[in-house]
């Protein structure tokens, strides 16, 4: 039985697994006790959920749960990690790496960094969205403090080269963080074997609640400090105050333990889906994968149909099917994906592009019905498109001199 | 963002799409925008040389629903009109009748523009000067 409305946009959030919510409902009503509490049952019970939450996270990516420091999303942990670091390690020099296709909460992070007197490298991608490790190590110095690397992209659904990014760090005592958020709970993530000494990632998209996520912190080899962006209470080992989101957290560790045993199997399940999904659609003529085919997400495509217009094409079918579009007309801002753009995609193909992101709920009828209506809208489109209609002429769209806006 | 009932209806059921022959001195053919900025619209008008009155109009349009949705609200009303009066439509009448909100309004501009482009055409054609306009405010 086909499900409707289908959802595609697993990359954006995912719904909280039915299990998730049910760990966390005592933690509103009965156990609501503030995990700071030292002196009543109320506050041991919470404390306890918390440890356990804790154990749950940390075993998910490898970590000791003492490295785990709770925090609202992930947004504020790649704020912490990278601010953070920046005050601890003024005194053995300013310089940032990072790259272009980072979140808006790496990138904008980092801009505030060069505000406050900091230097940030802003590595290019290679076409296929991963970073170059040639180019990163070269842009090494003296006062390089910390790399900043995306595990998974969240447009493309690139993974880059982890280890050998964190090889390259150890071997220049730099540190190095990792936006994780994409691929924990999706791909094994093993913060040891990684080498990654600091990594954000967060529970809406894995599952679990919003609001809550958490910054592994490395202890050993090096132990790595940031300096607290809050003042407070001194919670989570004083590198993050504020009461402890206690039914969150809760819900967080189930999430974890939860794509600790599933993992395997969703991923296994969903990357049948998605290349399903993405034969049927790269069959459609001058339909283009963005993004590397082999290092990447199980559960994400991105496809750029030519000639007709993102947000245009999302209108055919967003009543039945809710997916993400690189275009811009669906924000605010005007212009395309940066992510896309700095693939080297031109404008045209950047402002035609759909991501599609699969989810544990994904069916196989839902992906049928999302082939037919992508493909059914795309013709339909292409069949009012003056591009197309010059393209099939045989008109080269470069030699036409456009009245830009 | 929603989009209107009459954004939508337009989407779903546009009206006038479709090629007119440019090669006929009777076509004016009006091209605007850029792939880059994810839009471009193509309106073509045909008019009835005894008379000067439009009396056909077609569109191709590559954007999103505001704009195929302006451009084919555009042929519409440009149907039965003289060209004179053509160039009369206002962007702005096109932003009230489909409810276009503010991010949307550079749609309607456009659709003014491609008016004004065709008709310009069709004069080129017929050896009338083209008319100036002004610059449109909004892009």
């Known amino acids: 039985m086909l499900q409707l409305p289908v959802y595609l946009d697993h990359n954006a959030t995912t719904p909280c697994d039915p299990r998730v919510v049910e760990a966390m409902i005592p933690y509103f009503t009965q156990n609501f006790g503030n995990a700071a509490s030292r002196n009543h049952p109320f506050g041991w019970q919470a404390e306890e959920a918390v440890d356990y939450a804790r154990e749950q996270v940390a075993k998910l990516v490898g970590a000791d749960p003492k490295e785990i420091i709770f925090t609202s999303g992930a947004t504020e942990g790649d704020n912490l990690a990278i601010k953070g670091v920046f005050e601890m390690y003024a005194s053995k020099g300013n310089h940032i790496i990072t790259c272009n296709i980072e979140h808006k909460a790496v990138l904008d992070t980092c801009k505030h960094i060069e505000k406050e007197g900091g230097e940030v490298t802003y590595l290019k991608v290679k076409p296929n969205g991963l970073i170059d490790l040639a180019e990163l190590e070269a842009a090494i110095k003296p006062t390089t403090i910390l790399i900043a690397i995306m595990y998974a992209n969240n447009e493309i659904g690139t993974v880059n080269p982890v280890k050998e990014i964190s090889a390259i760090a150890r071997k220049h005592g730099v540190l190095f963080f990792s936006d994780a958020v994409q691929a924990v709970g999706k791909i094994p993530v093993d913060v040891n074997k990684d080498g990654i000494d600091l990594m954000a990632f967060t529970a809406h998209k894995m599952y679990g609640p919003k609001g809550v996520g958490a910054l592994y912190v490395r202890r050993k080899n090096p132990r790595v400090k940031v300096t607290a962006q809050m003042d407070g209470g001194g919670h989570e080992r004083g590198m993050r105050s504020g009461t402890l989101n206690v039914p969150g957290i809760v819900g967080f560790g189930k999430a974890c333990e939860l794509a600790m045993n599933e993992m395997k199997q969703d991923a296994e399940l969903l990357s049948k889906l998605r290349d399903k999904l993405e034969n049927a659609l790269l069959s459609i003529e001058e339909a283009y994968l963005n993004g590397d085919k082999e290092h990447r997400l199980p559960h994400v495509s991105n496809i750029s149909f030519k000639y007709v217009e993102g947000e245009g094409l999302l209108m055919g079918f967003n009543k039945n099917i809710a997916l993400s579009s690189g275009s811009a007309c669906t924000s605010a801002s005007l212009e395309p994906s940066y992510v896309l753009k700095a693939l080297g995609l031109g404008d045209d193909l950047a402002h035609s592009s759909l991501r599609f992101g699969l989810g544990r709920f994904t069916t196989e009828e839902q992906i049928d019905f999302t082939i037919e209506q992508v493909t059914n809208t795309v013709n339909k489109l292409r069949d009012m498109s003056p591009l197309w209609e010059m393209y099939k002429e045989g008109i080269d769209l470069n030699t036409i001199e456009w009245a830009h806006h | ?139």
């Open chain 2, 1 to 139: 963002m929603a989009y209107s009932e009459k954004v939508i209806d337009h989407y779903q059921n546009p009206k006038n799409v479709g090629t007119l022959d440019k090669s006929k001195n009777n076509v004016g053919t009006g091209l605007v925008g850029a792939p880059e900025c994810g839009d471009v619209m193509r309106l073509q008008i045909e008019v009835d040389e005894a008379t000067g009155v439009i009396k056909d109009a077609k569109f191709k349009t590559f954007g999103c629903g505001s704009a195929i949705a302006s451009s084919s609200l555009a042929t519409e009303w440009l149907k039965g009109k003289s060209v004179d009066d053509a160039v009369k439509i206002d962007n702005m009448t096109i932003v009230e009748e489909l409810n276009l909100p503010p991010v949307k309004i550079h749609c309607s501009v456009l659709a003014e523009d491609a008016i004004k482009a065709a008709v310009n055409d069709y004069r080129k054609k017929n050896g009338l000067p083209e008319l100036k306009f002004e610059e449109s405010v909004v892009h």
